[in-house]
């Protein structure tokens, strides 16, 4: 088990990892179509679209759980770690 402290970090990894596969897919097939070097495509569009979503998330993850508690009324985490527990 991974310390706590790290959850925003990892957060931001597998979220960035997920959403710029499923994008990069998805938007590579739209643009291209099932081409005969689909995947290899999808592939490069994947690497480049990962490099750029993790900084992205890691960076703004604080602010959507910030948005988020204000429209539901349930308080943030005061350090931006989900696995804080809640007074």
Same mark, same amino acid.
């Given at each position: 088990?991974? !310390? ?50 993790? !900084? ?21 985490? !005061? ?5 804080? !527990?809640?007074?």
């Amino acid at each position: 088990m991974l !310390p706590s402290k790290y959850a925003p970090l990892i957060f931001a990894f597998f979220m960035s990892l997920f959403m710029a596969f499923i994008m990069s897919g998805l938007l590579t097939l739209v643009n291209l179509g099932p081409v005969p070097d689909f995947f290899g495509k999808w592939m490069r569009a994947f690497a480049v679209a990962w490099v750029l979503a993790f !900084p992205i998330v890691f960076a703004v993850a604080p602010i959507v759980r910030r948005l988020t508690a204000a429209l539901t009324g349930v308080p943030a985490p !005061p350090n931006g770690n989900d696995d804080a !527990p809640t007074p």
